[in-house]
């Protein structure tokens, strides 16, 4: 795929494209691309500060890309690459902060639904009463309109 320049590896100062679900039709970097902009990088900075760089990026992401790339490394090529080349396990360490904010997320979203439902059930007595006097102003209604109620009887 042709990149802009800002995206290109063959930029050693590019930005590389991670895949976005939210953005359809966007192409991301392949493993191709991930090997090409590391070759380009350790030819202008050298391996170690290559490694670094590309490390970085790659966890340079949101949460669910980072996952979902790390956890499925699919081309043993870019693997063994990585592997030999020493970036490899720089990519697997990253894991834990992310699986931890995760977690943190999942925790805070079930706190703020324990407060929701807390509030709910302070308020529910009073919504209660509610609930009842329209039950029972419907029911009048349908009473009234059967002709149950307010019919006149002869004496």
Do not use: C
Not at 41 to 54: C, F, K, P, S, V
Not at 98 to 111: A, F, K, L
């Amino acid at each position: 795929m042709p990149w802009k320049w800002e995206n290109d590896p063959a930029n050693p100062n590019a930005t590389p494209i991670h895949p976005n679900p939210f953005y359809l039709g966007i192409g991301a970097w392949s493993y191709d691309d991930w090997r090409n902009w590391h070759i380009t990088l350790e030819r202008t900075y050298g391996l170690q500060i290559a490694n670094q760089i590309i490390v970085t990026k790659w966890h340079d992401k949101a949460w669910y890309e980072t996952t979902r790339n790390v956890a499925m490394i699919t081309d043993p090529d870019f693997k063994q690459y990585a592997q030999e080349k020493g970036f490899l396990e720089g990519i697997y360490s990253g894991m834990a902060p992310v699986y931890g904010d995760i977690m943190q997320w999942h925790s805070d979203v079930g706190t703020q639904i324990e407060a929701v439902v807390d509030d709910a059930k302070n308020a529910f007595p009073w919504l209660k009463w509610v609930a009842i006097a329209i039950a029972a102003l419907l029911a009048l209604q349908i009473l009234t309109n059967a002709g149950i109620l307010g019919k006149k009887t002869k004496a």
